[in-house]
């Protein structure tokens, strides 16, 4: 008889265990990804010059996200450069995201960056268009 309460004993105790070992897991899975503020500069390449009402957009192209049971985030950021050539976006998930810019009287620029950190800016530089050429 007291060999049987112990042996349930024991089942219950190791149920319990387990039951405080997955929640310890579940609220690490709730935990927030962590994230970037990011600024992007604007300026010619030319002159150095700001660029202001550039188009920025920003797309989060790879990383994980726990919660969603590691499914890909695909997230896009729009806004605009002030008149400094600056472009501050909110928080965004760390990983890699690609940035495009979209302005009057430029080439249209786009490129790959890995963001790790908590803050960073990114400076692009953009050149002007290039001659068009006709074959006739």
């Not at 010619?44 to 919660?67: H, N, P, Q, T, Y």
């Not at 729009?78 to 009287?105: D, F, H, M, S, W």
Request: contains cysteine.
């Amino acid at each position: 008889m007291i060999r049987a309460q112990f042996g349930i004993i024991e089942y219950m105790r190791s149920k319990w265990v387990l039951g405080l070992a997955c929640l310890i897991f579940a609220a690490g899975l709730r935990a927030d990804p962590p994230m970037t503020t990011l600024t992007i500069d604007v300026k010619s390449a030319e002159s150095g010059k700001a660029v202001e009402r550039a188009s920025v957009v920003v797309k989060f192209v790879s990383g994980r996200d726990k919660l969603k049971l590691y499914k890909k985030i695909r997230t896009t950021w729009e806004t605009r450069t002030n008149e400094g050539g600056v472009a501050k976006l909110p928080p965004i998930p760390q990983g890699k995201i690609l940035v495009q810019v979209i302005a009057k009287g430029f080439q249209t620029f786009g490129q790959t960056y890995d963001v790790a950190e908590e803050e960073k800016t990114i400076e692009i530089k953009v050149n002007p268009p290039q001659p068009q050429y006709s074959a006739h």
